[in-house]
């Protein structure tokens, strides 16, 4: 079959990207291998669920709201998340999930003759907004795998070094998916001092919560000092909202009001909106489900290293793990048997597998597969 005349229209970069992989479905595996009793520790999402307030919510949503638009402006959320971080309602843009954030800076500030700086194994949509904008992406290079404090970390000395004139935006995770690693606040502080004004620097917080509190960077200070700052954040991790996709953004006014100018309406629905609030009320579920991560992050990276394998130092709700060698098998055999993880093969680190951080339950079967399976590889 001959192409279709209109592949010579679309952009030349959206015809060179390779479509976002997302972990795979536990329908999907059943489907495909007949597993029955799955559990999935690929996407990093909490297994405590959502606050119960927002489940009472959605179980007792008036079927007459859902032929009702969502409020555009989402005035309520705004105005809980500025009373929550402390900053004006007009510093904060709404989006479809965090993501949804990145694509509007890509949308504003990236195009042709342009350029975007990001971190070598950082998260795919940095690569794909970049590319689809048929602007430059400039991959700085990850610190070496042996690096002693921080293997595979954020090289921000590096960063400085590639602010050539044509660079419109950086985008720093911090913590970094699909790693776990992250910048100590001086770091993030010392390169803003760097960056000139007229570029875009995007602090993508999506694991925020998770980093152990002396680790924090104080975002609220620095977009005080750094109108070129934007601080993402979302609903998707620690309040569990996933499947809703509501994330935000903090930023100077004028940053927000053009970021807004490109954001679509209703981008958010009024289920996502409403379970929002309450996620953000309840600050108790958030620190259970902080506190489950705490202690189960520690136990799984002791027990993985029992096995003699290596992991990336993390502050995430995940677990990054160095096989040392082709780690597709092992990928393999967990599936076989009913554990889904996330290969790291799209992101050209073959030797990793990345999984996310369960109930104890759960992460007590991914670690005795994991046995079963390096015991069979090892002929013992």
């Known amino acids: 079959m001959n192409n279709p005349a209109y592949l010579k229209n679309a952009l ?38 959502a606050s119960p307030a927002v489940c009472e919510m959605l179980a007792a949503t008036a079927r007459g709201e859902l032929s009702r638009y969502p409020d555009g402006g989402g005035f309520r959320l705004k ?27 890509s949308r504003v500030f990236l195009g042709p003759g342009r350029a975007a700086l990001f971190s070598q194994y950082a998260f795919a949509v940095y690569s794909i907004a970049t590319q689809a904008q048929n602007a430059e992406a400039i991959v700085v290079p990850a610190l070496p795998r042996d690096h002693a404090s921080m293997p595979m ?41 760097e960056v000139p004004e007229q570029v875009v620097v995007v602090l993508d917080e999506a694991y925020f919560d998770y980093q152990a509190p002396a680790l924090r960077t104080d975002s609220r200070a620095l977009l005080s000092r750094y109108p070129n700052l ?30 807004n100018r490109v954001r679509q309406p209703f981008n958010n629905n009024s289920l996502a909106l409403l379970a929002a609030e309450l996620a953000l009320e309840d600050q108790d579920f958030v620190r259970k489900s902080v506190e489950l991560n705490t202690r189960e992050l520690a136990r799984m990276t002791a027990e993985v290293h029992a096995l003699g394998l290596k992991t990336l130092p993390s502050q995430a709700n995940f677990l990054t793990i160095d096989f040392g060698r082709d780690a597709s098998p092992i990928h393999q055999g967990l599936l076989e048997r009913g554990v889904i993880v996330r290969p790291m093969g799209s992101y050209k680190m073959p030797d990793f597998i990345r999984v ?16 079963d399976i390096l015991k069979m590889s090892s002929g013992a």
């Open 153 to 193: 970390g954020h090289d921000l000395e590096g960063f400085a070094r590639e602010l050539r004139d044509d660079v419109a935006a950086v985008f720093i995770a911090n913590p970094n998916n699909p790693t776990g690693t992250w910048l100590a606040p001086e770091q993030i502080e010392a390169f803003l001092e």
């Open 230 to 259: 934007l601080v993402t954040r979302t609903f998707s991790k620690v309040y569990g909202l996933a499947s809703l996709r509501v994330g935000y953004g903090l930023s100077h006014p004028s940053l927000a009001d053009l970021l």
């Open 356 to 371: 996310s951080i369960g109930t104890g339950e759960e992460n007590s079967r991914f670690i005795n597969t994991l046995k």
């Open 79 to 105: 105005k809980k998340l500025a009373a929550y971080h402390g900053v004006d309602a007009d510093c904060i843009t709404l989006g479809n999930g965090s993501n949804d954030l990145l694509e509007f800076v």
């Open 12 to 49: 030349p970069g959206v015809l060179q990207l390779a479509p976002y992989q997302p972990g795979m479905p536990l329908e999907e595996l059943q489907r495909r291998l007949g597993v029955k009793d799955a559990i999935k520790l690929a996407s990093n999402e909490n297994p405590l669920g």
